[in-house]
């Protein structure tokens, strides 16, 4: 079992920054990959960014990529999100995700943002962004 818990989330104007913490515990040795999700308001959940920890790569959903950066210290198991330049439309609940390499091993960036490739994931941390 892996555990994940996000924190860092808060209340910011547009043009303003966060970064999200996600600490994990737990068969950490057994992901090959982690990521952050995020689900607004009636809509579907949605990728944001990952990391394929077994090699490095990176991944980011085409609305963050130049504003977003994901990051992971596998010294101390955290998984980092730093968010600049926020608009209003990233308001959500954000999600940290991990998959185990039981459920496979690479997969292409489409499905590596993809919400069912993941089976462990955190509670949640709110960012809303004001105008």
């Known amino acids: 079992q892996v555990q994940l818990v996000e924190s860092g989330g808060g209340s910011v104007q547009a043009g303003g920054s966060l970064r999200l913490s996600c600490a994990a515990s737990g068969y950490t040795y057994n992901n090959n990959y982690m990521g952050w999700f995020r689900q607004a308001p009636g809509k579907e959940r949605e990728g944001v960014a990952v990391?394929?920890?077994?090699?490095?790569?990176?991944y980011y959903a085409d609305f963050v990529k130049g504003r977003f950066t994901i990051s992971r210290d596998s010294a101390t198991n955290t998984l980092y999100l730093q968010m600049n330049s926020l608009k209003p439309e990233d308001t959500a609940m954000y999600y940290c995700?991990?998959?185990?390499?039981?459920?496979?091993?690479?997969?292409?960036?489409?499905?590596?943002?993809?919400?069912?490739?993941?089976?462990?994931w955190g509670q949640g941390t709110q960012v809303t962004v004001s105008s």
């Open positions: 995700a991990a998959k185990s390499r039981r459920e496979g091993g690479r997969m292409t960036p489409i499905q590596a943002l993809g919400v069912y490739s993941y089976n462990y």
């Open positions: 990391v394929y920890t077994d090699g490095g790569s990176t």
